[in-house]
DNA sequence: GGCCGCCAAACTGCATGCAATTCAGGCGCT
DNA sequence: AGCGCCTGAATTGCATGCAGTTTGGCGGCC
């Protein structure tokens, strides 16, 4: 009697699944920021489970890019580098040209309603949290994924919609939703009508403003490892005060 | 002392990174064919782990969707169905081009010389088994993605073209390798000569053309679940004979 | 006072054990 | 003989335990 989904997805497995859509939450709206750590025994505590299950959730998430697992290290939220996230971005768009391109003029009625149910929700979310406008933002874009009906491109897009998210925490300004919100609603109607070129170029274009928004300059100042950042410095910057290096040359 | 890569990926933390890609390469080579069983304490035995392990390696298969995983059920080979398939060369065709784009005049003479060397082994390999030839032309395209260094991409594109192998075993016909050697060959030439448009339309009229062979008729001989196949069957074919159902409706 | 090395606590890597569920074959019934 | 139920073997789901590694903090030394 499962109350619902238990799809054929790996993940909802059971107790696995709850995990991972809990962190994978709690990671796009920013509770649990890049770096933040999670331990495996303090997760099976949390949750009620045993570290087995916490691992094995973690595993989940690694591989979808949202968590980083070094051995023998507590994993940690993924901090995308600048190109990473570049890159991400441009996935997506490819990706998402291909859900609207599959999209247009073949929504149902009640598609649309669900749609533009959603936008008035993100609509109705502006004056609430910067991350709940970008979850509810985001969630759009996997609502379109999945109205394609093909598992595949719900994953990918899905993967690549929260890795953006990630990385809009990392190297976004404060967030103005407003004209993503018109965006959205742009799409729909471009749909609605069926013109596959415009939507595609209306998605295209709508991404790349996110992106850009998002990716102004590739200077990642509170992304990255630290030292990472202070290695510029590390040259000339002795007037200040030398950074310990603990080891030596790090293998990356 | 990892003797090589260790790199940051999830699957590589050692044994169940192993696991992992002994059986993606077992599964893309067909001597795991789709439906085949993979019970945990087998694929422990065999590799001389726990079954913690080989279930966590299970586990990132599934991710993949090489493996389908479910509950309280002995772990399968994926049998992607015939519109899953479709799917995976819609998505494929797009992020390649993507890599192409990307890759471009961009070229080392390095890694010209590699493109080159394994289009050569592909040629050495057309006496070969079949599985080799399909796994050799798969490693070529996931080689390009990884000229692009763009992790996410190398990963979204070595998934996607596994699973496309997979279903290729499934509903292709015995291959014809030689018209796939050839058009890699001129993608090799339309990349160095730098021609984005030139190289994107090959790449794309190239796995355009693969899918076709592959994917001729909407019908799965082989494929599926047995009780999938002979549902067309069930309504008229009564003359037969009566397959036995073991229980009433399926949930899916 | 600052730096280095050592040690205990924390955490992960992995195997094993037990309960729950599925699967397959045999038995009895019709 | 055919069909279904029922029981035991096989297999998964999950927790726990132990060993090895990392972490960070304390004391000693310069």
Known sequence: MAPRSAGKN?????????????????IIEQAL??????????????????RTIARHALGQLAAEGLVELRRNRIAVVAT??????????DIRIELER????????KLTKAQIATLNAHVDAEDGARDGTD?????????????????TNSPILVRYVSEVAYRCCLTLSLYSRPHSSECAINEHRGIIAALVKGDEAKVMSLMHS??????????????????????????????EGESERVVKMPKVARVR
């Open 10 to 26: 790996a993940e909802s497995s059971d107790k696995v699944g709850v995990i991972c859509r809990a962190l994978r939450r709690a």
């Open 33 to 50: 920021e890049p770096g933040a750590k999670l331990p495996e025994d303090s997760l099976g505590e949390r949750f009620g489970v045993s």
């Open 80 to 89: 995308p580098s600048w190109q990473e996230a570049r890159d991400a971005f």
């Open 98 to 105: 291909l859900v609207v391109r599959q999209l247009a003029g």
């Open 131 to 147: 991350a709940v406008s970008i979850r509810l933002a985001t969630e759009f874009h996997i609502l379109l994924a999945q109205m």
């Open 206 to 235: 709508h991404l790349d403003s996110v992106a850009n928004r998002a990716l102004v300059a590739p200077a990642p100042q509170r992304g990255r490892d630290l030292l990472d950042i202070l290695a510029p410095y590390a040259d």
